[in-house]
């Protein structure tokens, strides 16, 4: 699902803990305002940088959506 469905949806749900799913709905947010890219254009250092200045993002799970996402 993309992030405009991510953003209002329950997690608890499918057993993330509340604080897991308020990262994911975080993450969604900043995508849907444009303020990170995660296209294979976006600048990998700047967007690892930005994804783990969301609570709950570490730089493991930083690296992994570089991945991903960035290519």
């Known amino acids: 699902?993309?992030?405009?469905?991510?953003?209002d949806a329950d997690?608890?749900?499918?057993?993330?803990?509340?604080?897991?799913?308020?990262?994911?709905?975080?993450?969604?947010?900043h995508v849907l305002n444009g303020s990170l890219n995660l296209s294979r254009t976006a600048d990998i250092e700047k967007t690892k940088r930005q994804l783990m200045q969301i609570k709950g993002i570490g730089h493991w799970t930083a690296e992994m959506i570089a991945m991903q996402c960035l290519g």
């Open 11 to 29: 997690f608890t749900r499918i057993g993330l803990t509340r604080v897991r799913g308020e990262t994911i709905r975080e993450l969604s947010r």
């Open 1 to 7: 699902p993309g992030p405009d469905t991510l953003i």
